[in-house]
T-cell receptor, first 112, second 115 residues
Framework: GNSVTQMEGPVTLSEEAFLTINCTYT??????LFWYVQYPGEGLQLLLK?????DKGSNKGFEATYRKETTSFHLEKGSVQVSDSAVYFC???????????FGQGTTLQVKP | DGGITQSPKYLFRKEGQNVTLSCEQN?????MYWYRQDPGQGLRLIYY???????QKGDIAEGYSVSREKKESFPLTVTSAQKNPTAFYLC??????????????FGDGTRLSIL
């Protein structure tokens, strides 16, 4: 079946450090891939998406590239800020179901 | 502004009581979803609806019920049969079609606790 695996957290970084959060997936067909961010006490916000192989999604300095050969969609940011502290969810959506399958989430803590 | 509104933000349930969580959207989205989030875990799908008057069970539907009488509304009832209802509940909506690449938009959630 379809599934998403994220690296375990929490990830703790100093401000201006480089961020990578790993995400790999298992899916039948050709899924679309998403990263969502959740700030404390809030719902999820779409951060970026990619709909086909080799697409790069980007937003607010975050990037992720859809790698079909490695079934991965790793999230990266060159220089994190304290305000980036949140929980990040990788998710996939297949055209035949329309449902989102989420990873377990990775907590990012950025210290000044 | 278009968006998804969940209410209430906090809800308390007594033993043996049914409670209903509200979800309203004005995005003109066809599909709506309910997820449950537990600490340290990802989101799990409870129910979803792709059109009015139709809905399907998700992965953890037992102890929950829904209705979809209007396009903009998708209330979730947590029944007394749900033995562990304490969680954060998130409602989402999306456009249909587009080959599955339509993102889901989320409300701010309702936190349900047992008294």
């Amino acid at each position: 079946g379809n599934s998403v695996t994220q690296m375990e957290g929490p990830v703790t970084l100093s401000e201006e450090a480089f961020l990578t959060i790993n995400c790999t997936y298992t899916a039948t067909g050709y899924p679309s891939l998403f990263w969502y961010v959740q700030y404390p006490g809030e719902g999820l916000q779409l951060l970026l998406k990619a709909t086909k192989a080799d697409d790069k999604g980007s937003n607010k300095g975050f990037e992720a590239t859809y790698r079909k050969e490695t079934t991965s969609f790793h999230l990266e940011k060159g220089s994190v800020q304290v305000s980036d502290s949140a929980v990040y969810f990788c998710a996939l959506r297949t055209s035949n179901t329309g449902k989102l399958i989420f990873g377990q989430g990775t907590t990012l803590q950025v210290k000044p | 502004d278009g968006g998804i509104t969940q209410s209430p933000k906090y809800l308390f349930r007594k033993e043996g009581q049914n409670v209903t969580l509200s979800c309203e959207q004005n995005l003109n989205h066809d599909a709506m979803y309910w997820y449950r989030q537990d600490p340290g875990q990802g989101l799990r799908l409870i129910y979803y609806s792709q059109i009015v008057n139709d809905f399907q069970k998700g992965d953890i539907a037992e102890g929950y019920s829904v209705s979809r009488e209007k396009k903009e509304s998708f209330p979730l009832t947590v029944t007394s049969a749900q033995k562990n209802p304490t969680a954060f509940y998130l409602c989402a909506s999306s456009m249909q079609g587009g080959g599955g690449n339509q993102p889901q938009h989320f409300g701010d959630g309702t936190r349900l606790s047992i008294l």
